[in-house]
């Protein structure tokens, strides 16, 4: 990248202070690494969205941003985006708005804390600079990895309005408008930015790969529990009739004949009612003002309101009821911990009419096997193709305001108040367990008078979970020959079973600071040496509500809903699969005092110390950092640069707070709640980093080379959830589930029955002071120019690329045992571990050819081949089917290269227009065993765009 040069365009800024120092004046040719993004360079790449300009970034790995809503580390935050320098986890990267701190996205990663980038109003944005090192000792917690700080425009003065729009194939397309207006006056400097961005819903059915047969990926969206589903025939004694019996018109209508061991069931597959991209809207809001109240002493003002709707998130109509503890309890189904359906059912009746060898002789009803509501159906109540609809909703609040000025000839001061908030609202669909249970017996409908036992009549309603019920699967379109009209489900009755759940969760930052720098009177070879001192307070809050269905204090248990009691063995909700939780609400206060020294000893020999010292109090406690930089210019085009100091992140609120968030990931097959506590004995994990690196700059050549290390102590995690599961139930052997040793982990796991992988309907883990993690890499940055090469244009080739060297990942211990091997995370897919998915390289090309009014940019982006290291997938045969198939593709995901270009012109007037083709060659994203077949952390899914563009200034502008 040629912006990301140390001494690029913006070198003229003499006086800015630069991410990374507190010391005015430093130079961005200092000895740390700082990539420079400006507003010209993001222009000349066609205005990439927040989320394509983070994914393409060389230093950045495993970035939350496109639909994504299997992973726990993802669920909750569509709509949102992150940015993950190292690949060391986005909670790990501070993002910075001019310099101050942003409040967190209250979901992302389980609520543990990341700054969503997508709030960031792109258009007010003047420059982006990354420092690729960690900044503890100068910024605080959460600056392991790194810090990105967009910084706003400053002296604007003019008008300017732009917008742009993409050709999404299988969309309606993405657009954006944007407005900012400047005012420079004698007193002062006003800007005013609004920003809108809208991205249409590209469905799944749009992409021949995202949608894939059983054999040809087994983890694509497919699931042993359907509907049609698979039911046990039973006598009015309820003892079974017969085997297991999959519902006869489950190939009829697009299921799948699969085996669960020996029991037949009926494959389904969701992800064809899923989507590649979500709906979503973006507004955006900033204001400031910076005042000149003498010519000693400047006020700035700063207001920024930024707002995200993702309207209607695309689901699986819905989910299996498996999420209770023991199923529905006798109230409401007979027989506690089965979905009972009578023979009178008429659904039942009908296929019993249809297929009377399906059903033996002296049966009265049956229980559901693996059934879900709703599948090939659809879900009537979203319409459409048959979606299950939910709603995500963020809103971002800040408010800044910082005096600053001289307080002597060499003492300088900033103090500065800043607060805001990040509010998420989530809503999902979901079953509730006992209400079900009555609707199969009879006795669904809110106007149903249960005591009364009058199946179907009297507001009474019936639920028909069988095949006969099917007119249409909604997908492929196919008409079912067995559907009987008089059998299908009414829309009352599926309002009657199906609730939303709602969440609203908030994470509050209010920060105070206040700096002192300037010089001391102690002259060195190439100057003064220079100082900052300042402390800083901060507070943080998170809030969590839920509506009563989802609130465990309101209604903890099964039969809460039909019965109102709030007393149960296992107080885990009323619903089939979304696990309900607690209200929680946390506040934390932390202390700062940090200082700064730069040391000019010669004109070709300087350095800087920084050390800070932050107490979080309790139980977590305090911590120091010191870190110390040089830079040696050896000759006038080679320079040698170095760091190295302790670098750390304290515990999120989330983290130690009593309670827990819950997600659904993914146990022994089947999506299952996974809850994570809090711990209030988390200590702040720490890392020793260092960087080295030099830099050659000469004529036109601009060249750096740097070699970075991490290592990581008490690590703060999540306990991972494939190992756990593993420890347990292993692939190879008997499971442990009697094993003394195991027992605390065992009683770790809510089963629906006896220990057994397959019962698993909960998970509970927390979060732990984790393993030593050590990761380390090399970054190339390279640019060269050459001049007046036809028509008098210049011709401008750069690259940028990061090879991760090493990520070595040490062992995990869960209650004694050890839940997770040591293991190296490069070039790995990292499912279900503590790591995201981190390929060993990422390059970035371009040639840009540059005329007084034209630009044209042609860019290669490279990512490497990675590996899925569950071995069991690839290596061990697969009997969903019936016969023992081993399938093995996938292991490898293939290493990717895509294309963009982008044409520029300026005409007059101060109009530009653009033109940019992203992916010239259509290139499908790299087949991985996930449910969207590709990998979302890593993968651009959209395929082959267009994008037109303008801008159109009045006024001088800047």
Request: charged content about 15%.
């Amino acid at each position: 990248m040629a912006q990301a040069q140390e001494d690029g365009d913006e070198r003229k800024l003499e006086t800015v202070t630069v991410t990374g120092s507190l010391i005015q004046g430093t130079p961005e040719d200092a000895a740390l690494p700082v990539d420079v993004l400006t507003a010209e360079d993001l222009r000349l790449q066609g205005n990439p969205s927040a989320l394509d300009l983070i994914k393409s970034l060389p230093v950045s790995s495993g970035v939350l941003g496109d639909t994504n809503q299997f992973d726990g580390r993802a669920q909750g935050s569509e709509g949102s985006g992150t940015v993950n320098l190292r690949g060391l986890g986005a909670s790990r990267t501070l993002v910075l708005l001019d310099g101050k701190r942003l409040a967190s996205n209250p979901f992302a990663f389980a609520g543990s804390g990341a700054v969503d980038t997508n709030i960031l109003p792109l258009a007010a944005i003047g420059r982006i600079e990354v420092l690729k090192d960690g900044a503890a000792a100068t910024y605080g917690s959460d600056a392991v990895a790194g810090v990105v700080n967009f910084i706003t425009r400053t002296d604007f003065d003019g008008f300017e309005v732009g917008g742009d729009y993409k050709f999404v194939d299988g969309s309606d397309g993405d657009y954006t408008v944007n407005a900012v207006g400047g005012w420079d006056t004698d007193f002062g400097n006003f800007l005013l930015a609004a920003g809108y961005q809208h991205r249409s819903e590209l469905a799944t059915t749009e992409r021949d790969w995202a949608i894939r047969d059983y054999l040809g990926n087994p983890q694509g969206g497919w699931s042993l529990v359907g509907n049609p589903g698979a039911f046990l025939p039973v006598s009015g004694a309820f003892s079974p009739t017969g085997g297991v019996r999959r519902d006869p018109g489950c190939g009829v209508i697009g299921g799948e004949l699969h085996f669960a061991g020996a029991t037949p069931v009926c494959g389904f597959q969701f992800t064809p009612f899923d989507n590649i991209v979500e709906e979503e809207n973006r507004y955006q809001v900033l204001g400031k003002a910076d005042f000149d109240l003498n010519e000693k002493h400047n006020l700035s003002l700063q207001a920024f309101y930024s707002a995200t709707e993702v309207p209607q998130i695309a689901f699986s109509p819905s989910f299996p009821p498996v999420g209770g503890a023991s199923g529905p309890t006798a109230d409401a189904s007979i027989v506690a911990g089965q979905f009972f359906v009578p023979t009178t059912n008429p659904g039942f009746a009908a296929l019993i009419s249809q297929s009377p060898a399906s059903v033996p002789a002296g049966t009265a009803g049956a229980f559901l096997i693996a059934t879900r509501p709703l599948g090939w159906a659809g879900n009537a109540l979203a319409g459409g193709r048959g979606s299950e609809r939910s709603f995500r909703e963020f809103e971002h609040y800040r408010i800044s305001a910082e005096l600053k000025g001289e307080l002597t000839e060499s003492i300088n001061y900033a103090a500065s108040f800043t607060t805001g908030s990040q509010i998420g609202r989530r809503t999902n669909e979901d079953t509730v367990i006992n209400r079900y249970a009555l609707a199969l017996r009879g006795l669904g409908g809110a106007g149903c008078n249960v005591a009364a036992n009058t199946p179907g009549a009297n507001g009474c309603l019936w639920f028909n979970p069988f095949s006969t019920g099917i007119q249409t699967n909604v997908i492929t379109g196919a008409t079912n020959p067995n559907f009987v009209p008089g059998a299908a489900n009414s829309q009352a009755v599926l309002d009657f079973i199906l609730e939303d759940t709602f969440t609203e969760q908030e994470y509050k930052l209010t920060v105070i600071e206040g700096v002192l720098s300037g010089q001391l009177p102690i002259e060195l070879g190439d100057g003064n040496i220079g100082w900052a001192f300042g402390g800083q307070y901060r507070e943080e809050e998170f809030d969590r509500q839920f509506n009563d269905i989802a609130n465990l204090n309101v209604t903890p248990c099964i039969a809460t809903v039909t019965t109102g009691t709030t007393s149960c063995a296992q107080p885990v909700g009323a619903l089939g699969f979304l696990a309900g939780s607690r209200p929680l609400n946390a506040t934390q206060d932390i202390y700062a005092i940090f200082g700064e020294m730069n040391l000019p000893f010669t004109d070709s020999f300087n350095a800087s110390l920084a050390a800070r010292y932050e107490d979080y109090g309790g139980e977590t406690g305090s911590t120091f950092d010191p870190k110390l930089s040089a830079k040696w210019q050896v000759l006038e085009p080679l320079a040698l640069r170095a760091s190295v100091g302790t670098t750390f992140r304290g515990p999120a609120l989330t983290q130690v707070a009593t309670g827990a968030v819950t997600s659904l990931q993914n146990v022994a097959g089947t999506f299952r709640a996974v809850d994570i506590q809090g711990n209030p004995n988390l200590k702040p994990e720490s890392a020793l980093t260092y960087n080295i690196g030099t830099i050659f700059q000469t004529g036109n050549l601009n060249l750096s080379v740097d070699y970075w290390s991490f290592d990581f102590d008490d690590s703060v995690i999540t306990e991972p959830v494939a190992p756990i599961v593993a420890a347990v139930f292993p692939s190879v052997g008997p499971n442990n589930c009697a094993n003394p040793a195991f027992a605390a982990l065992v009683a770790r796991f809510t089963f629906t029955g006896p220990c057994a992988a397959t019962n698993v309907s909960r998970l509970n883990t927390q979060y732990i002071n984790g393993p030593n993690i050590k990761t380390s890499g090399i970054d190339v940055l390279a640019d060269y120019t050459f001049e007046d090469v036809f028509l008098g244009g210049d011709l401008e080739v750069g690259a940028s690329a990061a090879h991760v060297l090493k990520y070595d990942v040490g062992s995990v211990t869960v209650e004694g045992i050890t839940a997770g091997l040591p293991f190296s995370a490069v070039g790995f897919l990292n499912f279900q571990t503590i790591a995201t998915p981190l390929p060993e390289t990422k390059l970035e090309t371009y040639a840009n050819f540059s005329t007084d009014n034209t630009n044209t940019r042609l860019t290669a982006r490279y990512v490497g081949e990675y590996e899925d290291q569950r071995a069991s997938l690839f290596t061990a045969p697969n009997t969903v089917t019936g016969t023992p198939i081993l399938v093995a593709q996938g292991q490898t995901i293939k290493e990717q290269l895509v294309f963009d270009s982008t044409f520029v012109w300026s005409l007059p007037g101060d109009t530009t227009v653009s033109f940019s083709v992203e992916n010239i060659l259509d290139s499908d994203p790299s087949f991985a065993r996930l449910e969207l077949n590709y990998d979302p952390f890593t993968g651009d899914a959209v395929g082959r765009t267009f994008k037109v563009g303008f801008t159109k200034r009045f006024g001088a502008g800047n």
